[in-house]
């Protein structure tokens, strides 16, 4: 496993609105994930059917769209061991109603389509690389040593 896994996250539209930007940056912070880029951003439609291509076909689909395109969102992208795993698990449950409190859904979710964060699939291979490549040039990502890393790995 190595230690500079990146993925992307994303503060959705509902977290920008509520003022909750800061706290789902914290949570990644202490938890010793690093920051590896970030851009508060306006998604478009062309940018939103690439990122959901994979549900392209299902029901809730273009409430899906107009959802993440309805404000400005924070794309980010975390670094850290294991990264990809870490964030779902600190996310938790897709459904806010069914995600366990402690977790970011769990404590500030509302239900099914404003859920706070997104974060890459874990279980689906390539799904970090290929929505950082979507979202950002390489030369907008940031290598660099956090100094409590000796610590924290
Ligand atoms: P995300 O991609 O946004 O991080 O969420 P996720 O992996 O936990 O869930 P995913 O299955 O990828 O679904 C993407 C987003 O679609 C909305 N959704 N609505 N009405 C429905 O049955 C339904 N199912 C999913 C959610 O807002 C979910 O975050
Ligand atoms: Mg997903």
């Known amino acids: 496993m190595s230690n500079d896994e990146r993925t992307f996250v994303m503060a959705k539209p509902d977290a920008v609105q509520r003022g909750l ?22 998604i478009d439609e062309e940018l939103a059917n690439q990122h959901y291509a994979e549900h392209q076909d299902k029901p809730f689909f273009d ?15 975390w670094e850290g061991a294991d990264a990809t795993r870490q964030v779902r698990q600190m996310m938790g449950a897709t459904d806010p109603k069914e995600a366990q409190p402690g977790t970011i859904r769990g404590d500030f979710g ?6 706070i964060i997104h974060g890459s699939d874990h ?3 390539g799904a970090n690389e290929r929505e950082i490549d979507l979202f950002f ?14 610590w924290v790995y």
């Open 137 to 150: 040039d390489e030369e907008e990502l940031v290598d660099y040593e956090r100094s409590d890393e000796p």
């Open 123 to 125: 279980e689906d291979p």
């Open 110 to 115: 509302l239900d099914l389509g404003q859920n």
């Open 63 to 77: 409430e899906l769209v107009a959802f993440i395109t309805s404000g400005p969102v924070m794309a980010m992208v």
């Open 21 to 42: 930007v800061g706290t789902i940056i914290s949570r990644l912070e202490e938890r010793g994930l690093k920051l590896a880029g970030a851009k508060f951003m306006q």
